[in-house]
């Protein structure tokens, strides 16, 4: 697949602050984030993630416990039990691939604004993904969206050589994207969707 590769480790189910094991049936917290140049899973307990949510007999020691730079989404969710020693995948969840989507962007912003796929990141921000990257995993995230009628496709234009989307969230108007599409073959796109699904234990 052109000159990147999409294999997205699984998660494991226990804490990564603690290292406790997230047993089946129990809440925890998941989260995409960016490390060692590749997009990875963390999970956090409740305890870790969210102190003030348990008592001092469920081990929270107050906020601070999780650094928070660098994720891009995440999310309350409970394990799931294994059928078959397979772990079972979610359904789609739009707004957890919006927020993964809007993550991609940049930090969010309360004004009405345009997020560009060629904008550069701010200086101080945490290492990223590769510009191709980027461009490919939102550009099949925002297909998804379109797909579920959570981005609205609201036109096309040529820029740089490439076809851009213009895209508009349904709910919230003011949020624009334009996305950059990377015309990728159909394997490819496949491989990019089959691995958004593994990184995010979703069905997409």
Same mark, same amino acid.
């Given at each position: 697949?052109?000159?990147?590769?999409?294999?997205?480790?699984?998660?494991?189910?226990?804490?990564?602050?603690?290292?406790?094991?997230?047993?089946?049936?129990?809440?925890?917290?998941?989260?995409?984030?960016?490390?060692?140049?590749?997009?990875?899973?963390?999970?956090?307990?409740?305890?870790?993630?969210?102190?003030?949510?348990?008592?001092?007999?469920?081990?929270?020691?107050?906020?601070?416990?999780?650094?928070?730079?660098?994720?891009?989404?995440?999310?309350?969710?409970?394990?799931?039990?294994?059928?078959?020693?397979?772990?079972?995948?979610?359904?789609?969840?739009? $707004? *957890?691939?919006?927020? /993964?989507? #809007?993550?991609?962007?940049?930090?969010? @912003?309360?004004?009405? &604004?345009? %997020? +560009?796929?060629?904008?550069?990141?701010?200086?101080?921000?945490?290492?990223?993904?590769?510009?191709?990257?980027?461009?490919?995993?939102?550009?099949?995230?925002?297909?998804?969206?379109?797909?579920?009628?959570?981005? $609205? *496709?609201?036109?096309? /234009?040529? #820029?740089?050589?490439?076809?851009?989307? @213009?895209?508009?969230? &349904?709910? %919230? +108007?003011?949020?624009?994207?334009?996305?950059?599409?990377?015309?990728?073959?159909?394997?490819?796109?496949?491989?990019?969707?089959?691995?958004?699904?593994?990184?995010?234990?979703?069905?997409?």
């Amino acid at each position: 697949m052109k000159d990147r590769a999409y294999q997205f480790p699984t998660p494991e189910h226990q804490c990564c602050a603690c290292r406790g094991d997230l047993s089946p049936g129990g809440e925890f917290y998941s989260t995409i984030c960016f490390l060692e140049e590749e997009f990875s899973r963390r999970n956090y307990c409740v305890s870790c993630w969210a102190p003030e949510e348990s008592g001092p007999e469920d081990g929270g020691e107050g906020p601070g416990m999780v650094d928070r730079s660098g994720i891009f989404a995440y999310w309350r969710t409970r394990r799931p039990e294994e059928q078959d020693g397979e772990v079972v995948k979610i359904r789609f969840d739009p $707004l *957890l691939v919006l927020e /993964f989507f #809007r993550g991609l962007g940049g930090k969010a @912003e309360a004004e009405p &604004r345009v %997020e +560009s796929e060629s904008a550069e990141g701010e200086a101080g921000e945490p290492p990223g993904p590769s510009e191709s990257q980027r461009r490919d995993l939102r550009f099949v995230l925002s297909l998804l969206l379109i797909r579920k009628k959570i981005l $609205l *496709l609201k036109g096309t /234009f040529i #820029r740089d050589k490439f076809e851009w989307l @213009e895209l508009q969230e &349904r709910r %919230e +108007s003011d949020r624009a994207y334009e996305i950059a599409n990377p015309e990728l073959s159909e394997t490819e796109l496949e491989q990019v969707r089959d691995a958004i699904g593994e990184l995010l234990q979703m069905q997409v």
